[in-house]
């Protein structure tokens, strides 16, 4: 498996821009989960799918936010418009089901998608 | 709400050296810790997971330990190489909900030649 993938690597747009990130799963993996990460801040979680019906998100910083998984290989989250404190590495991680007792698996990070908002 | 904390946050050592990161969390309940390593510009490698029934993990030079009661961990890397410098995180599970994990700030370690 190729791992998580994630698209752009780079992206660098001007303030008021829609940016779309994208983010292909490991197969078989029914949890996907979007991180942004910031020196300020550290990484916080987005908002997470199980089963491509988003669970909590909570994380989401505004309405700008949206985030949608329309199969199980395939998420986006959208930014419109975007702004310069939205500059950040975005992460998906994806991981399989719980297995009987544990509550959770190991998490499998994507490279990130490096955002610079002008 | 689960907090997570990695003290110090910054770490500088010769080579050779065993040394110890803390983490420490304020949600006991939880099913399990993960040690994550991040090198700069990279996504995050899982490379411990500890469940809420076990008190430590192994893997090579790395030995992980859980102490639920009181809401740390602790990553100890032995003989320790250049190789080994990076950002490496511990994240809790938030809400005790299984996969959702609150990460800690992240100890920033350089192992000099």
């Known amino acids: 498996d190729a791992g998580v993938i994630q698209s752009p690597r780079h992206e660098v747009t001007e303030m008021g821009q829609e940016v779309t990130l994208r983010c292909k799963p490991i197969?078989?993996?029914?949890?996907l989960f979007w991180y942004r990460q910031t020196m300020m801040r550290g990484l916080e979680l987005l908002i997470y799918?199980?089963?491509?019906?988003?669970?909590?998100d909570s994380g989401m910083p505004e309405d700008r936010f949206s985030a949608k998984m329309p199969n199980a290989s395939f998420s986006t989250l959208k930014i419109q418009p975007s702004e310069p404190r939205d500059s950040a590495v975005y992460f998906c991680a994806s991981s399989p089901p719980p297995g009987a007792g544990s509550g959770a698996n190991v998490l499998t990070f994507g490279a990130g998608s490096r955002l610079t908002v002008l | 709400k689960q907090e997570v904390t990695q003290i110090p946050a910054a770490l500088s050592v010769p080579e050779g050296e065993n040394l110890v990161l803390n983490c420490s969390f304020t949600d006991s309940a939880i099913y399990n810790l993960q040690w994550f390593r991040q090198d700069p510009g990279k996504g995050l490698t899982s490379l411990l997971l500890i469940q809420s029934s076990q008190r430590e993990q192994t893997s090579g030079r790395l030995n992980a330990s859980l102490d639920k009661s009181s809401g740390r961990s602790t990553l100890y890397i032995a003989a320790s190489q250049p190789g080994d410098s990076a950002t490496y995180l511990c994240a809790a599970p938030f809400h005790n909900a299984g996969n959702m994990l609150t990460f800690g700030g992240g100890t920033r370690l350089m192992v000099k030649p």
């Open positions: 799918f199980n089963n491509n019906v988003p669970i909590d």
């Open positions: 197969s078989g993996h029914d949890y």
